[in-house]
C-alpha cells in the first residue's frame, strides 16, 4: 500500500529507492582505527594536572560497530577478531554482542620507553614492531554460519610451509 502511495506520488525511481532502502540486510558493520596518546586525553587539551597525561597509555584502538536485524540477533552472534601485528604475531579475540545495535573497543596497548630513559631509540623501534599491522572480524551466526567478513586492505591469510 505505502510502496503504490509512493510509485502514484513520486514515480517509478522514488518507489525503487524506497524499496532499496527498506528492503532486508545482514546489518550495518563498521571499524574505526584510532591512534591513542596524551593527546587523546581531555586532560591535554584544558591543561589540567593528570597522571596518565604524563605518562600516557600508547596504543591503538579499533572501534567496531553494528545493527544486526532481529532475527539475526535473537539466534545468537558472535564476532571473532583476529589481529596481525607488525612482528607477525596473531592474536585472536571472541566477542559475544549483548544488544542488537552497539560497538566495541578492542585495544592494543604498545609498549613504549619514556623519552629521557637511555634507550629511547630501541623502544621506538620495539613499539614500531608491536603496533597493529591488519585486522579481520569474522560475524558468525549461533548456528555456525558465517554472516560477513570484514577485512582491512592488508589482511591476507598466512601460507603455512612445511
Not at 3 to 23: D, E, H, I, T
Not at 91 to 109: D, L, M
Amino acid at each position: 500500500m505505502i510502496l503504490y502511495m509512493v510509485k502514484q506520488r513520486y514515480g517509478n525511481f522514488f518507489a525503487l529507492l524506497f524499496l532499496f532502502c527498506v528492503s532486508c540486510s545482514q546489518g550495518v558493520y563498521s571499524v574505526q582505527r584510532r591512534y591513542v596518546d596524551a593527546a587523546f586525553l581531555a586532560s591535554s587539551h584544558i591543561h589540567t594536572k593528570d597522571r596518565t597525561r604524563y605518562d600516557p597509555i600508547v596504543g591503538e584502538q579499533l572501534i567496531v560497530s553494528w545493527n544486526f536485524p532481529s532475527g539475526v540477533f535473537q539466534e545468537g552472534v558472535q564476532m571473532i577478531l583476529s589481529s596481525r601485528l607488525k612482528n607477525q604475531v596473531e592474536k585472536k579475540e571472541v566477542f559475544t554482542p549483548k544488544t542488537r545495535w552497539g560497538s566495541h573497543v578492542f585495544f592494543f596497548p604498545s609498549k613504549a620507553l619514556k623519552k629521557n630513559s637511555s634507550s629511547y631509540n630501541d623502544s621506538c623501534a620495539r613499539l614500531e614492531e608491536e603496533s597493529l599491522l591488519t585486522y579481520k572480524i569474522d560475524v558468525i551466526s549461533g548456528n555456525g554460519a558465517l554472516l560477513q567478513t570484514v577485512k582491512n586492505r592488508l589482511w591476507v591469510e598466512k601460507i603455512a610451509f612445511q
